[in-house]
């Protein structure tokens, strides 16, 4: 075995999602999707894992396991619970959670939506309206002011791209559409308050670096596909990637690959492994979405936000990421600005319209107690992060 070694500074995290761990989010238009019996979600969120509560285990373990960063995302709807009425509680709240990382030896990078929209915004044409912009910038202004110096990176919006895709093309997130125009409207809202967000979390306290994370797959374009391929790129993932030339990073955020015909997409190879999500197990994926999103965004610092598999067999956690790192390491010897990975994600939680049956994390928690029990894997992990380098046959 020989040692493959990181940059110097090149951070190691894990990440959740407000709304996947805290419990309770009720005032979202998640809440809401997730209680109608039409929706096709599994089960509801309910008390999650208690992380609104619970967020200083969650943090101490991070430290214990030799992580340096914990990405975690605020909920809107605690903090402007109906439009213009901003909580000070809860903004206290999450100042909180900042401090409490920055006491383990922890960065906390701040996301400002992951995924969830207060109701009061969802009734109001949610991100079909384009005064939403001006609204998620309000948001991120205030929060900011409370917050920005305690952050070490900020990201504005966790996969727009998805949100879009699937909520309104897809029709399998809130609000339920399956409208490739309204897809396209909603794309240039999220577009647009990214930028705004971006202009307010910086004129804020604070010097964070501040970025926008975007869901890629390693597009393969069979025999025919081509031209389809680069029709489902275009919208799926490169006006959300141009959008972020000259930020201070892109969040990268890989799982898996996906094959192309000439019709769309086709389901997994045969003879190929797959995970709990029903994807293939193909960790190759990261340093292909890497150089792409190098390429399309004219060379935009990267941080891998997300990356991590479904897997009730934890040595395949292990054996998935070690192939993903090692990609990585090809990356950054190619000459390309790395600046970190984080797996997704800390704790097993509720995967959305999946409940609580994949289990992608770190951590185990029991349903019943909120117990957390690290896996394997977190020990793997938080020992490469400490030599910050990888073990390579």
């Not at 797959?274 to 960790?283: D, S, V």
Request: proline share 5%; aromatic share 10%; net charge negative.
């Amino acid at each position: 075995m020989a040692l493959r070694r990181f940059p110097d500074g090149f951070t190691w995290g894990t990440a959740t999602a407000a709304h996947q761990i805290e419990g309770g989010n009720w005032n979202n238009d998640w809440w809401m999707w997730e209680h109608d019996p039409s929706s096709g979600c599994a089960e509801p969120s309910g008390d999650a894992c208690d992380s609104y509560h619970r967020y200083g285990e969650d943090i101490a373990l991070i430290a214990e396991l030799g992580l340096d960063n914990y990405r975690f995302s605020l909920e809107w709807s605690r903090i402007e619970p109906e439009e213009g009425e901003f909580s000070k509680a809860a903004l206290d709240h999450y100042r909180r959670v900042c401090a409490a990382c920055h006491e383990a030896g922890i960065d906390p990078v701040v996301t400002y939506h992951h995924f969830t929209t207060p109701r009061w915004l969802a009734a109001k044409g949610g991100w079909e309206d384009p005064a939403t912009a001006d609204r998620f910038a309000r948001f991120a202004e205030r929060t900011a002011a409370a917050l920005g110096d305690l952050t070490s990176r900020a990201c504005t919006i966790n996969e727009p791209n998805m949100v879009a895709t699937i909520g309104y093309l897809g029709g399998a997130f809130p609000p339920g559409v399956r409208d490739r125009a309204r897809r396209r409207v909603v794309n240039a809202v999220f577009l647009d308050a990214h930028r705004k967000a971006y202009d307010a979390i910086k004129s804020g306290p604070g010097d964070a670096r501040v970025g926008l994370t975007v869901a890629m797959a390693d597009f393969q374009a069979l025999e025919g596909g081509e031209g389809k391929r680069a029709q489902i790129l275009d919208q799926l993932e490169d006006v959300f990637l141009q959008a972020a030339i000259g930020d201070d990073f892109l969040g990268v955020q890989t799982y898996t690959r996906t094959r192309v015909g000439p019709d769309g997409a086709v389901g997994p190879e045969e003879g190929v492994e797959t995970t709990i999500m029903g994807y293939e197990l193909w960790p190759e994926a990261l340093a292909a979405c890497i150089r792409r999103a190098w390429q399309v965004t004219d060379g935009t610092p990267l941080l891998v936000t997300e990356n991590g598999i479904a897997a009730e067999d934890d040595t395949r956690r292990v054996a998935y990421v070690q192939r993903a790192l090692e990609g990585v390491l090809d990356c950054l010897d190619e000459g390309i600005t790395v600046l970190g990975y984080t797996y997704w994600s800390m704790l097993d939680n509720f995967e959305w319209a999946y409940g609580y049956g994949p289990t992608f994390g770190l951590v185990s928690v029991d349903r019943e107690t909120f117990a957390r029990t690290p896996k394997p894997c977190a020990r793997w992990l938080g020992a490469v992060a400490r030599v910050n380098a990888l073990e390579v046959g």
